[in-house]
């Protein structure tokens, strides 16, 4: 995973199909260098017509198209990877099925998490939540001693997500040395998504 990559998680708010590809598609243009699909409420017919959507465009631009939960749709689409949440399929039984090559990433939220999902296989992970998100209502916030903890002593990357814009994310990247960001309404909210993109790595590489 690119050092200080940003990593655009979707949703679809009051955004027409064709707004919401156009907006990914741009976001790439601006520098996003992953791209993960969340689909809470979609029929899995509906979810799996709007994966092979995004991964014509991500195909294009060669960014790695990540599903959210749904190792069945994941393998549908020949996506590069799924990411689980706690309650979601264990990252050992999801390696199983899966194999070696598709990426598996795992949120977590405290030290005693990150290192379970790093010793059962997991790429990457997605640690937060940073800050309160009205994206996320229900997200617990991580604990700035845990975010320390998982930050200097896990070894696979971690990317940080949970309430994270512009005015925040470098404070964010220098206070605990996470590998990327991530962002949902930062980009998906936003007017110019590949302005919006390429403000924030601009930002966390200053």
Known sequence: MEKYGLYLVTDQFDLKEDQFLNVIEQSIIGGVSVVQIREKHSTTRDFLELAVKCKEITDKYDVP????????????VNAAGVHLGQDDMPCKTARRILGCDMTIGISVHTYEEAIRAQNDGADYLGVGAIEATSTKRDADIAEPEE???ICGNIEIPKVAIGGIKKSNAKKIVDEYDFDAIAVVSAIMKSNN????????LNEVNK
């Open 193 to 200: 998504p590949r302005k919006a993109a390429l403000k924030l």
């Open 65 to 76: 198209l990540i599903i959210n939960d749904r190792i069945d749709v994941a393998q549908a």
């Open 147 to 149: 975010l320390m903890k």
